[in-house]
């Protein structure tokens, strides 16, 4: 089953602009990651960011992870039309399994126009 | 090579024929991971292997999947008898093995359409 929602569904924009995806979970988590996925193709690993963490930079990506709320966000900044995939979020559950064992949420598509 | 390789990268097969998925993992990754990834929607946790031991298959959804990784690099998801509902993207992935918080390597999936 899925761990939780992602919101929106989709996101469309023109490039130049910010895109901003939130994700919601349920169980207490030891961290949270997002991956993006092209049409066809795997999943790309994006970032990571634990429990204890309450943002994370890497490049053009800003996440943010608020554990009372169990919400977190992706921003992606001065989007490119090469942005133009499907992300998902990723929980790695506390108190449970120690290896790594991911839930995901069902995915924003975004679309970045040129 | 590079990064975790499945095939075939699709498969048609028939309503209760027995279909065979391969994992090739990342070279030295001890942990690896299949996921069922159906139409518009995230992957779904399917099983887990650490080296040669298969240590979570919770997530299989009967006992029609089988899978395996007997050497501890290579495996295979065996499908029995398919049904129309397995039709997905089978996703493969693999990493080094800590204790969390280490990225999982995804292979591009498999696509098997069940007719």
């Known amino acids: 089953s899925q761990q939780g929602e992602e919101d929106p569904q989709a996101l469309s924009i023109q490039e130049g602009e910010n895109a901003t995806m939130n994700c919601s979970y349920k169980?207490?988590?030891?961290?949270l990651q997002w991956y993006r996925q092209n049409s066809g193709r795997g999943l790309v690993h994006l970032i990571l960011?634990?429990?204890?963490?309450r943002e994370k930079h890497s490049g053009r990506l800003r996440v943010t992870l608020d554990t009372s709320k169990k919400s977190s966000s992706l921003l992606i900044t001065a989007s490119r039309a090469a942005d133009t995939a499907s992300y998902f979020c990723?929980?790695?559950?506390?108190?449970?399994?120690?290896?790594?064992?991911?839930?995901f949420g069902q995915g924003t598509i975004l679309t970045v126009h040129p | 090579g590079a990064g975790v390789s499945q095939s075939p990268r699709y498969k048609v097969a028939k309503r209760g024929q027995d279909v065979a998925l391969r994992c090739d993992p990342i070279?030295?990754?001890?942990?690896l991971f299949w996921y069922q990834q159906a139409l518009g929607q995230g992957p779904e946790f399917l099983t887990y292997?650490?080296?040669?031991?298969?240590?979570?298959k919770s997530g299989l959804p009967s006992d029609r999947f089988f899978a395996e990784r007997p050497e501890g690099s290579v495996s295979t998801l065996k499908i029995q008898r398919t049904q129309q509902e397995d039709s997905a993207v089978y996703l493969c992935?693999?990493?080094?093995?800590?204790?969390?918080?280490?990225?999982?390597?995804f292979g591009d999936g498999t696509r098997l359409s069940i007719l």
């Open positions: 292997f650490q080296n040669e031991a298969q240590l979570d």
């Open positions: 070279s030295g990754h001890v942990s």
């Open positions: 992935a693999s990493n080094v093995y800590r204790a969390g918080d280490e990225p999982q390597h």
């Open positions: 990723a929980t790695d559950g506390a108190g449970g399994t120690s290896y790594g064992k991911l839930t």
């Open positions: 169980t207490s988590i030891n961290n």
């Open positions: 960011i634990r429990s204890n963490e």
